[in-house]
């Protein structure tokens, strides 16, 4: 029996560090990605110019954000590090993009998007 104990309780400490190691990486990763408060890290058109009728995506990463918003609406938009949505402007059109965090701060960025 000592033996099968030996066995497992090496199998769960190894496990286990293999999980504190993937939280520290993720910890890491957020700190680099401007962690410790609320930020928007990306908010921009790809591409930002398109011809009448055609399709750009507006893509945005945050951190640290209860609630997201983009107006005009392109499409349902909620806090992540990396997300894109479709848009397709009739006319030029400037966009903006809030996040909100959980005390009620908010941030803005805007991005144009122009019609040829």
């Given at each position: 029996?000592?033996?099968f104990y030996e066995r497992w309780s090496a199998a769960n400490k190894a496990e286990q560090a293999q999980k504190d190691a993937e939280i520290n990486k993720a910890r890491n990763v957020v700190k680099a990605m401007g962690g410790g408060g609320l930020k928007i890290l990306s908010f921009y058109a790809a591409p930002a110019v398109i011809?009448?009728?055609g399709q750009t995506e507006l893509c945005?990463?945050?951190?640290?954000?209860?609630?997201?918003?983009?107006?005009?609406p392109a499409g349902e938009v909620w806090p992540a590090?990396?997300?894109?949505?479709?848009?397709?402007?009739?006319?030029d059109t400037e966009y903006k993009l809030t996040a909100q965090d959980d005390a009620?701060?908010?941030?803005?960025?805007?991005?144009?998007v122009r019609i040829r």
């Open positions: 029996g000592a033996i011809k009448r009728g945005y990463g945050v951190v640290e954000a209860k609630s997201v918003k983009l107006e005009p590090l990396t997300r894109c949505v479709q848009a397709s402007p009739k006319k009620g701060h908010t941030v803005t960025e805007t991005v144009l």
